[in-house]
């Protein structure tokens, strides 16, 4: 195989994922486990890091590692403080907080504030300079799905401002833990997609989120839907609230990355709106920390 | 003591009261217990009745009992069907569910649908008609707060629509469930007015809630706000929201019906947009279910 240039390490709350990545960004090699932030002690990180990457880090002595994500949050490795917007790659690179001076960095993350409220992310920024060097864009609308949803505004190669959707964890809340959860099915193995549909559409309508998601009770007080068309629909009102909020110009195209379970909902409530939407997944984080590396050493 | 015309009973999901009302209206004796739906068992409805009341109905042969609220439930002493809206106090009164015919009747719920999605309410219908007759309006807008808030349009003496919003209860989520919690205080003991109003006032942003909330956390980890102040914050965004999305006309009169606890709240945070609010207690109940009680005699 070729010759690694770069151990590429997203390292989040609850998983961490690793690539050997060449130059010219072949994935050489992949490493994911269920050890995140949650799992490593106080002072763990370095034995946690040799403990998962050890064996590649032998095998390529003096191989450079970059790492984004919560490894870099107050109860990381190291806190690598915020990078304030509007920020490009170079400002990134420049603000690396290096573990190992020369060899292992961390990624900042990046801030930004509006009327004196703050906005923060932690990996998206990797996500969204490798989706711009794979699809070659300095200008782009961007939506990164998740527990907390990232839309993502890049002007020049920069990402000028960006804000934060709680939709991923108010959905599981109310998915697990409110009064809708006792209709609801206890997975969405059972996707009704004309359900998704509605509640996309329905989220447009006067009257708030937290009004139409009483209908999620009501309708299953009157035994009009079942258990996976609600939960189906359940997603769409809180998805298609977050689009609303967006308030995007006509026919905005839209980048969306992440898991193709997510992207494809967010694909699917965007284009029943007209906008059209190229997907990414997870890999871009490798794209995004190789042009990181590259920009460092420049 | 004057002689009871009536029992009356609001009986919910967890607790219940109970009150001997004159015909004047006059409360005679007041009984409440942790006892609601939750703590009874299917088929106990008739004994839990004995047990709290019978003492009051032994000493007082033949006094007639109206209760309203989750007894009506399904998951209740006998379900008593939704009755649709438009309603006024003299469809309710006709649409009694008897458990004991002629003495003891329970209040049915109303129902409304909007764009073929129902909405419902089950013991606050009785408060509304409570309010109006303690207020002497038969036109008025009235809120409802609690774990599902109800907004209440009245017009010509009649409940025309209403809408439910689940305020109360995604409050509770985040506040001890999401990662919000984790900043927060155990409870509202110490409250901070300013924080509230910042967060009505930021609820009326453009953003959307699933963004606002994100504020919550944002706020904290750069050690901006204590958790008092931004649990505070936290319930003028949800509370703020549910006011955004009523739309209501310039300096609207309400009339807010429940705790004081909560219907402070909403009365602070419609002043702030120039509504006036006349605020009464739980003890609309009590007029409600008299002049139901009347109607029904009639």
């Given amino acids: 195989m070729s010759e690694p240039a770069l151990l590429a390490v997203d390292w989040g709350t609850t998983t961490l994922r690793g690539a050997l990545l060449a130059s010219d960004g072949k994935v050489l090699a992949e490493h994911a486990a269920p050890h995140g932030l949650l ?19 032998a095998a390529h002595p003096g191989l450079p590692c970059l790492m984004a994500g ?13 990078c304030a917007c509007p920020a ?6 420049a603000q690396l907080c290096w573990v190992q001076p020369g ?28 989706a711009l ?17 990232k839309w993502v505004t890049v002007q020049g190669g920069r990402i000028t401002h960006f804000a934060t959707y709680m939709t991923g964890e108010v959905y599981a809340l109310l998915r697990q833990q409110s009064i809708l959860a006792r209709t609801l099915p206890a997975d969405d193995a059972a ?10 559409d329905q989220a447009q309508a006067p009257g708030g989120l ?4 009483f209908a999620v009770r009501a309708l299953s007080l009157f035994d009009r839907q079942d258990g996976p068309w609600l939960a189906s629909y359940l997603s769409g009102l ?21 898991s193709a379970l997510l992207t494809d909902r967010y694909q699917r409530a965007l284009a029943q709106q007209g906008h059209p939407v190229r997907q990414l997944g997870a890999e871009a984080a490798w794209t995004g920390l190789l042009a990181l590396s590259t920009a460092a050493r420049g």
């Avoid at 799992?39 to 880090?57: H, R, T, V």
């Avoid at 919560?70 to 915020?82: F, L």
């Fill in 238 to 258: 809180l998805i298609g609230d977050e689009l609303r909020a967006q308030a995007l110009p006509a026919g905005q195209a839209v980048v969306a990355v992440g």
């Fill in 88 to 93: 490009n790659l170079a400002d990134l690179a």
């Fill in 103 to 130: 060899r292992v960095a961390i990624v900042p993350g990046l801030s930004v504030e509006v009327d004196g409220l703050p906005d923060v992310m932690r990996g998206e920024e990797t996500q969204v300079f490798g």
């Fill in 191 to 200: 996707w009704v997609a004309e359900a998704f549909d509605r509640g996309v």
């Fill in 39 to 57: 799992s490593i002690p106080p002072g763990g990180w370095a034995d946690a890091f040799a403990a998962e990457f050890g064996a590649w880090l």
């Fill in 133 to 149: 060097a794979l699809l070659g864009l300095s200008q782009a609308t961007l939506v990164l799905p998740g527990t907390h949803s």
């Fill in 70 to 82: 919560m490894v870099g949050s107050r109860q990381g490795w190291v806190e690598a403080p915020y």
């Fill in 210 to 213: 937290l009004h139409h998601l």
